[in-house]
């Protein structure tokens, strides 16, 4: 499928299925912390990237074959609310299935009250908040010319009046760059304003745009969410289990998943042992024939090795072996 993939574990969404709305990079930012690597040229102006029907009928598909779902989850190879129609697509899965639909966003466009009314429908909306002040939103979400951090602020808070479902911030946690004291602060005295329902504290655990970027030790981990805490519940860092299906069409699957992000070579060495029932010769065997495709290189970040899918623009940071 060219939209749909996976699904893909994880502690705060279960069973997410992924819905990518746009091409490879579509982004009103360029984060330092960025998995998909840097936004070479800014998109600003909202699209209808691809039929809408077509993604939908991807979507249909998918969940047809699919009975342990627990999120529909809208999240683009950029910023996920250039995309227009959004707001079509939410309604029209929710009227397909009882899947509840969450979308992530930077929440950069969450100042249009176009985009707003979009989003309305969604079971939960997921924007980002990094920094608490001017300074750091600059220096780690990087905008494109003209988004600036008191609109952003603005967007989010509107947003939070109008909109009955679930709104869960999400805090990248760097180290060195928004995880001193005052940093976290700053970002506790924002989201006091903005009010959301929960906080989900995420990491750079993926290789990033920028090679600087570091996961921060348990110490600031903590300090965070002892710090956010104080304005609403904080999920903690921690890695769902990335479960592949069948063993049919595993390049296809492996593929998808590695085009939207770095796959850690441990967590899809787990997953293949769950398809092959822990045979481990077998387990090797078709990693190196996933690896033999040509479709994936190795890199290394904060000692693990991930499979990114390959690129010619020399971004990766450090190459290592295959598995």
Not at 197 to 211: F, K, N, Q, S, Y
Not at 218 to 239: Q, T
Not at 245 to 264: C, D, K, W, Y
Request: hydrophobic content about 40%; overall charge negative; glycine content about 8%.
């Amino acid at each position: 499928m060219k939209h749909v993939f996976g699904p893909v574990s994880s502690k705060r969404l279960g069973q997410s299925l992924g819905v990518d709305l746009l091409p490879l990079k579509s982004c009103t930012w360029n984060c330092v912390y960025c998995q998909l690597g840097q936004t070479r040229v800014y998109a600003t102006e909202r699209k209808e990237f691809f039929p809408k029907e077509e993604i939908l009928e991807e979507i249909r598909q998918a969940v047809a074959g699919n009975r342990t779902l627990d999120w529909i989850t809208f999240v683009g190879s950029g910023e996920t609310l250039l995309y227009r129609g959004i707001g079509w697509l939410v309604r029209q899965v929710k009227a397909m299935t009882d899947v509840p639909v969450a979308v992530i966003t930077n929440g950069s466009l969450l100042h249009l009250q176009e985009v707003r009314e979009e989003l309305l429908d969604a079971d939960a909306v997921l924007p980002s908040l990094n920094a608490g002040s001017e300074e750091l939103f600059n220096a780690i979400d990087r905008p494109a010319p003209g988004y600036d951090f008191a609109t952003h602020v603005e967007g989010i808070r509107q947003f939070r009046k109008e909109y009955r479902g679930k709104l869960w911030m999400e805090v990248m946690l760097i180290a060195g760059l928004n995880d001193s004291v005052q940093a976290l602060e700053d970002i506790a005295d924002v989201l006091d304003r903005i009010r959301p329902d929960m906080v989900h504290l995420v990491l750079p655990t993926r290789p990033a745009a920028e090679c600087s970027v570091e996961v921060p030790g348990e110490e600031s981990i903590a300090r965070a969410v002892f710090i956010l805490s104080k304005v609403a519940r904080v999920v903690s860092p921690s890695k769902g289990k990335m479960e592949l299906g069948s063993p049919e069409n595993l390049l296809e699957t492996v593929t998808s998943i590695a085009f939207r992000h770095p796959l850690q070579v441990e967590e899809l060495r787990h997953a293949l042992a769950e398809c092959f029932q822990d045979d481990r010769k077998r387990v090797v065997e078709v990693m190196e024939a996933l690896f033999a495709s040509g479709r994936f290189e190795c890199v290394r970040q904060g000692g693990e090795l991930y499979w990114m899918i390959r690129r010619n623009d020399g971004s990766q940071c450090l190459k290592g072996k295959a598995t």
